[in-house]
């Protein structure tokens, strides 16, 4: 099996083309130390009326319903390793969600609906953006408290997100993302929280978030939000039949 290792931020991915996988390889091959790692698997295959149909798959094998960084990737794979030149790509995610993807002054980007308000849990908001993320406001970001709120039931697969505003421009993010545990960044959590606190109104129109990942930004484009970041191709590599 042919496949390609890429990461936006620190989020890191093994993308396959036109592959099946079974959900034991794919816990076997995301592990650190004993095998590829990754945080999850892209799979990536032939769609009507869509440049490429995403399937996403998170460390423990469970399938992920959105991914922002990984729609990033989707459009670095697109651009760089399939050699296809197009100014936007549309992909459609698990074969319910569509978001366009590309590359715009050195970025990557995914344009997306923005995320939908549906209740308020506790302290927490949730969003909905194809997949579920539960969003505070804190004073500082700690991986225990983080670790111990998403331990609560009522955030079963749910992304668990902490935000703490630096100014109206930026802020930091800790997420944890549901089948993975503490990541260095999430695209779909960041798209959530900036419309969350676009929601709060204690921010602007484009908010750079400072992530264990590194920094990459968000920005309200009429009525969708845009992720923008950077991609880095790691290596193409290949498992045995026997593996």
Not at 89 to 109: F, R, S
């Amino acid at each position: 099996m042919i496949f390609y290792k890429l990461q936006a931020n620190g989020n890191d991915f093994i993308v396959i083309y036109n592959t099946k996988i079974s959900k034991k390889l794919i816990k076997r091959i995301c592990q650190n130390h004993f095998s590829v790692g990754a945080d999850g698997i892209i799979s990536l295959h032939k769609i009507n009326n869509y440049d490429l149909g995403m399937w996403i798959y998170n460390f423990d094998g469970s399938q992920a319903k959105m991914c922002g960084n990984g729609l990033k990737i989707v459009a670095y794979f697109l651009r760089n390793i399939m050699k296809i030149e197009k100014e936007e790509y549309e992909i459609l995610v698990n074969n319910e969600v569509m978001a366009t993807v590309g590359y715009l002054n050195e970025q990557y980007y995914a344009l997306l609906d923005k995320p939908k308000f549906l209740k308020r849990v506790k302290n927490y908001y949730i969003y909905n953006v194809g997949n579920l993320h539960a969003i505070k406001l804190v004073d500082y970001l700690s991986k225990s408290s983080l670790t111990s709120d998403k331990k609560n039931k009522e955030f079963d697969g749910m992304n668990v997100t902490n935000v703490q505003i630096i100014d109206n421009n930026r802020a930091r993010i800790l997420t944890f993302e549901n089948g993975v545990g503490i990541t260095n960044s999430c695209g779909s959590a960041s798209l959530c929280t900036f419309q969350y606190l676009l929601d709060l109104e204690k921010v602007g129109r484009k908010v750079e978030f400072l992530s264990l990942g590194g920094h990459y930004s968000v920005e309200k484009i009429y009525d969708k939000l845009c992720l923008f970041g950077k991609v880095n191709y790691v290596y193409k590599g290949e498992l045995i039949d026997e593996y």
